[in-house]
């Protein structure tokens, strides 16, 4: 495939060193502007797009009469270019096809930015952050009448600071929080040409260059100095010498002065720290945008509809078939059935009201809808526009129910009560060494009641919250394993500490989950209208579906709702249970007692 877009590159090269030399390009214009079209909408690789761009350019000084969205002033039609003479005839039909494939392209963008989202949201989020102030600024300096014509920012003023990774008004620990702030960037980018009169391939730098306007801004980074500045007590000083003070007086006045002046250096290498990381969550939100904006903005091709589509031309209700490696699918709504991807998929009709069944699971396709179904080994995404519908199916990965079941491993461990919950009370601690000193009375056994009191989804959902903690300081300290050591020297839990470092590096990755850190006893099922039954050492659970849950439950206890991750506490240890829609893994992860008395 890249070698083919290598080729279509060098024609169109080819055909513009004749349009540049002043000669008809073989084929015409009309095929320049074909082949032109065709590239716009490939996913060039970084290289060839930059390679694409060097040649659009040219072509853009020496075409005549070449305009885009953006020239007309209206809004971009997502890298979409015009052509005045070269224009196929407007249809309804083409531009619903249009806006279909604009849904589609924000609806994939935010699945994307979702999970991009989730491997923001942990540290001090730099990304998000950098992100807040991005749109805030903006906000505030699009209001003011220079911003229209300051493109270099020579006059942009700071109106908000970068928020502190506490700040109460972000709530950046919020996936969904954080995933909306990365789209309103997206949106932003969209945007600006219009409000700039930019070129759309310039986006991307002028971000960048408000971003570091933002970052190099006097009280952008915030200081948490407090008390006199360094020169109200120079002055001080100096005052108290005229007035010849007692000696004691300015010895206090020195020590402060040499304290304040040592803050001020302490605090002027925490801003340079900030500012490397800032400058480096820049980059990367950069780059985020180059590879997801639509050429010619950024790298990424736009979504293609075809124009003969599923049900075009078959009207009947019958089963067609639809080629077996096909991912993505569009249709004209009507009463139809088809295979896609190995499953059957029925489109029904009632006056005005269509629906869609698949495995079993029934959904209203409602005017501008756009929702997804879990199916046992694949997600299915669903986006209509008017009388179009487009259907996208994405295969589940495996290793995905792997890595919940080697976290379910070690939270087995944290919620195993033995020795007043030793391994949680170790992970705590541990929590807090990474901040500084501790206070180990704050771990002791004592500390320990409310744990074995508490429900046990709301344990589970402690220990997975410290968990996730604990995993983002570990990952940004080499150190850890002296401080767990540290502090189970102090607790006197140092066996329950070995256990527990090993199962936190062989979960962290230092080595892949397999049969040998899941447990021997590593299963799945399907679970659908009846009942499934799993049994694993001396526990016999029963799983069954209803209204888009799994609920597991045994003789005599009240059902737990499954989301993605549950421990099933067995005298043995623990079985965890991992589910990806209604697909269910499961290991028996069995917990040899340790040695060490029980204080």
Not at 212 to 217: A, P
Not at 333 to 340: A, D, G, I, K, S
Request: net charge neutral.
């Amino acid at each position: 495939m890249k070698a083919g877009l290598v080729e279509l590159l060098e024609l169109y090269e080819y055909k513009v060193d004749d349009l540049v030399a002043g000669t008809e390009p073989k084929g015409g214009m009309a095929g320049l502007t074909r082949l032109r079209q065709t590239l716009i909408q490939s996913n060039l690789p970084g290289p060839l797009a930059k390679k694409f761009r060097d040649i659009d350019a040219r072509f853009k000084a020496h075409r005549p009469g070449y305009k885009t969205a953006v020239d007309e002033g209206s809004t971009p039609d997502l890298g979409t270019i015009l052509v005045e003479e070269d224009s196929p005839a407007a249809s309804p039909e083409r531009e619903a096809l249009e806006k279909l494939a604009e849904a589609v392209y924000w609806s994939r963008l935010e699945r994307d930015l979702l999970r991009t989202a989730k491997s923001f949201n942990h540290g001090k989020r730099d990304e998000l952050r950098m992100t807040y102030a991005i749109l805030q600024n903006l906000e505030a300096y699009s209001k003011s009448p220079q911003f229209a014509q300051d493109y270099n920012l020579s006059r942009f003023v700071l109106a908000h600071p970068i928020p502190s990774v506490s700040d109460p008004r972000v709530h950046l620990e919020d996936p969904v929080v954080a995933k909306n702030m990365l789209m309103e960037l997206f949106r932003e980018a969209f945007a600006l040409s219009s409000k700039l009169k930019l070129p759309p391939e310039e986006t991307v730098p002028y971000i960048r260059r408000f971003a570091r306007r933002v970052l190099e801004s006097e009280g952008s980074l915030r200081t948490s100095i407090r008390g006199p500045s360094l020169e109200t007590l120079r002055r001080a000083l100096e005052e108290a010498h005229r007035q010849n003070l007692s000696i004691g007086e300015i010895r206090a006045l020195e020590e402060r002065l040499q304290a304040a002046a040592a803050e001020e250096r302490r605090m002027s290498l925490v801003m340079e720290d900030d500012r490397g990381r800032f400058s480096a969550a820049i980059e990367r939100l950069t780059t985020l945008l180059s590879r997801y904006l639509p050429s010619p903005r950024g790298e990424a091709s736009w979504p293609h509809i075809p124009p003969k589509i599923l049900g075009s031309q078959s009207p009947e209700y019958g089963l067609q078939a639809v080629p077996h490696d096909a991912r993505a699918l569009s249709l004209r709504l009507m009463p139809q059935r088809f295979y896609f991807w190995n499953h059957e998929i029925g489109i029904s009709q009632a006056g005005k009201l269509f629906g869609l069944s698949v495995g079993g699971q029934e959904r209203m396709i409602e005017e501008g809808a756009t929702f997804s179904l879990t199916l046992p080994d694949a997600e299915l995404h669903v986006i209509r526009y008017q009388d179009y519908l487009h259907l996208r199916i994405e295969p589940r990965e495996a290793a995905t129910l792997s890595n919940l079941l080697a976290e379910g491993r070690v939270m087995t461990f944290l919620m195993w009560p033995e020795n007043h919950f030793a391994y949680l009370r170790l992970l705590r601690a541990l929590s807090a060494r990474f901040k500084g000193e501790v206070n180990y009375a704050l771990f002791s056994p004592e500390s320990a009641g409310k744990y074995g009191e508490a429900p046990i989804d709301n344990l589970q959902d402690f220990a997975r919250k410290g968990l996730e903690v604990v995993k983002g300081r570990i990952e940004r300290n080499s150190s850890w394993t002296a401080y767990l050591a540290e502090v189970a020297r102090a607790l006197e839990l140092e066996s329950y500490a070995q256990v527990l470092r090993l199962e936190l590096s062989e979960w962290l990755g230092f080595s892949p989950p397999s049969r040998d850190t899941l447990g021997e006893d590593v299963g799945s099922t399907t679970v659908g209208d009846s009942p499934s039954t799993v049994k694993a050492g001396s526990a016999v659970l029963s799983l069954r579906y209803q209204d888009d849950a799994v609920y597991v439950s045994s003789t005599g206890l009240v059902p737990r709702k499954l989301q993605d991750l549950m421990i099933w506490m067995v005298p043995e240890g623990g079985l965890v249970l991992a589910r990806e829609g209604a697909r269910v893994a499961h290991s028996l992860v069995i917990i040899q007692p340790q040695s060490q008395a029980v204080s």
